[in-house]
């Protein structure tokens, strides 16, 4: 079996309060790698509460974004009509320790063949997630399709993937 995780498209991280032009650029090229690919796809998103800038994330990051219920918190809309009645793994910190349990769970039943990884922001969140499947599936080949992420600037983008690189994740 092969898996997907599309990291928080959302659209705070997209075209809201912490949007970008390249964040806008991937959402046609995420669909369509959603679209064709072969195996399950699961969705993570970004989800803070009304106190965020009370949080830790929130003192260092002190924007507002992706708080549960709001426009911003809901993935894109052509991403979300393809997240329909899929699994959506609600988070509220960079990486998600329930991704990386649920993936080996379905390791423990199935043999996952790879997880590949695309999304938003290259450089907090995916590299986040990459390195918590990396740990929790040590032995299976992670993937980031690095035409389908976006950073927070191009050159953390690219710094983020080669960082992945070293830490032996397969950069596409």
Request: glycine share 6%.
């Amino acid at each position: 079996m092969k898996i997907l995780v599309v990291v928080d498209m959302q659209r705070d991280f997209i075209d809201g309060t912490l949007g970008t032009k390249e964040a806008e650029a991937i959402v046609p090229y995420v669909a369509e790698k959603i679209r064709n690919f072969d195996g399950e796809v699961i969705f993570t998103r970004d989800t803070h509460e009304a106190d965020y800038l009370n949080t830790q994330e929130g003192r260092n990051l002190p924007v507002v974004h992706c708080v549960k219920g709001t426009p911003g918190w809901e993935l894109h809309p052509v991403i979300a009509a393809l997240a329909e009645g899929k699994t959506i793994v609600d988070k509220p910190s960079f990486g998600s320790i329930r991704l990386g349990e649920m993936l080996s769970r379905k390791e423990e039943k199935e043999k996952i063949e790879s997880v590949t990884l695309s999304g938003l922001c290259t450089d907090i969140c995916v590299i986040a997630n990459a390195m918590i499947i990396k740990a929790f599936l040590p032995e299976t080949p992670v993937i980031v399709d690095s035409t389908c992420c976006a950073g927070v600037t191009p050159e953390s983008h690219r710094r983020a993937l080669d960082a992945m690189a070293v830490c032996q994740v397969a950069i596409v």
